[in-house]
């Protein structure tokens, strides 16, 4: 399952992104279990930002909490994640992350290709 994310770019500390992440191949999926975002800055380890399950709330990091929220459109499957009070330590590169069933029962786990955001000071 391929997943084409987008929304990234420039913006200056206390603005909003939104981003979106959408499955291609919806054909193909049977069911998705997880959809969330991990962020990347420079110099530092992947960390998860923000993830939804199917039949559980959301979860934040502690330094995203009350700024970002994390939705789905399971008809879309669509992942999106709006970010606001956007500080500079949040600049990193966010990628999209999904997992689940496709036709067949068989797993998925898959990437997106990473949306830079970037918060200047």
């Known amino acids: 399952v391929q997943l084409q994310a987008s929304g990234g770019g420039l913006v200056q500390a206390g603005g909003s992104l939104n981003l979106s992440c959408a499955a291609s191949?919806?054909?193909?999926?049977?069911?998705?279990?997880?959809m969330g975002w991990y962020r990347q800055a420079t110099g530092k380890e992947r960390e998860l930002a923000a993830e939804?399950?199917?039949?559980?709330?959301?979860i934040y990091a502690d330094s995203v909490k009350g700024r970002f929220t994390i939705s789905r459109d399971n008809a879309k499957n669509t992942a999106y994640l709006q970010m606001n009070s956007l500080k500079p330590e949040d600049t990193a590169v966010y990628y999209c992350h999904v997992d689940g069933l496709i036709l067949g029962a068989s797993p998925f786990d898959s990437w997106g290709q990473g949306t830079l955001v970037t918060v200047s000071s």
């Open positions: 191949d919806p054909g193909s999926i049977f069911n998705i279990h997880s």
């Open positions: 939804i399950s199917s039949g559980e709330g959301p």
